[in-house]
């Protein structure tokens, strides 16, 4: 497709479950970052992949939050034993190396833990 | 404290005015940013910016390096371009992450 693409775009689960975010950015982007907007609060930056690199990991908020790239494609974001403040909206976004051209969002997946 | 910081947080304009939104960040930057984000919509990135000025239909977006600041400014500001604006850095510190503004809930009324 055109744009960044996020599934599911809304998803409900049960505290203690795992969940998996995908993202599937624009053909040709390098650089694909994931986000996380909580109710009422700004943006938080998680983690961010670039090419074959090391991934920069230095956003994820605990050692249940994880997240791989496959293919230097699609993106899974992946949290383990979900908790009520994981609540959010997890937003994807990708853009050619160095911010080239600027970067595209995905619509997000609303997750919201119950 | 926040490394950015956006004034203001909220705005209410009349059609046709001139708007500016501003962003002082307190990190070393590789690049700032300029994001849009319409009620229950997706983000746009509207800007990247390294230094200068740049230029996209009635928005323009400025940076000063030296004094760590930055503006988006409307001009002739319409209904459709109410939104949440938020400003970005990239830190330059610290590798590629990013710190966000809280945002600026710009309303445009007609």
């Known amino acids: 497709g055109a744009g960044v693409s996020q599934s599911p775009s809304n998803k409900v689960t049960e505290k203690g479950k795992d969940v998996e975010l995908r993202c599937d950015p624009i053909?040709?982007?390098?650089?694909l970052y994931w986000y996380r907007q909580s109710l009422g609060q700004g943006l938080e930056f998680l983690i961010y992949?670039?090419?074959?690199?090391?991934?920069?990991k230095s956003g994820l908020p605990s050692d249940r939050f994880s997240a791989e790239r496959t293919g230097g494609s699609v993106s899974t974001l992946t949290i383990q034993r979900t908790q009520q403040e994981d609540s959010a909206v997890y937003l994807c976004?990708?853009?050619?190396?160095?911010?080239?051209?600027?970067?595209?969002f995905g619509s997000g997946t609303r997750l919201t833990v119950v | 404290k926040n490394e950015v910081e956006q004034s203001p947080q909220n705005l209410t304009a009349q059609e046709g005015e001139f708007i500016t939104i501003n962003c002082s960040y307190s990190v070393g930057i590789s690049a700032l940013h300029w994001l849009q984000q319409h009620p229950g919509g997706g983000i746009v990135s509207l800007f990247m910016?390294?230094?200068g000025k740049k230029k996209h239909g009635r928005l323009i977006a400025t940076i000063n390096i030296q004094e760590k600041h930055s503006s988006l400014h409307i001009t002739a500001s319409h209904p459709r371009d109410s939104a949440v604006y938020i400003c970005a850095v990239r830190n330059l510190d610290r590798g590629n992450q990013f710190y966000f503004g809280t945002g600026t809930s710009l309303t445009v009324i007609p």
């Open positions: 053909s040709g982007h390098t650089a």
């Open positions: 992949f670039q090419g074959n690199s090391a991934p920069d």
């Open positions: 910016l390294s230094s």
């Open positions: 976004a990708s853009s050619r190396s160095g911010g080239v051209g600027g970067y595209t």
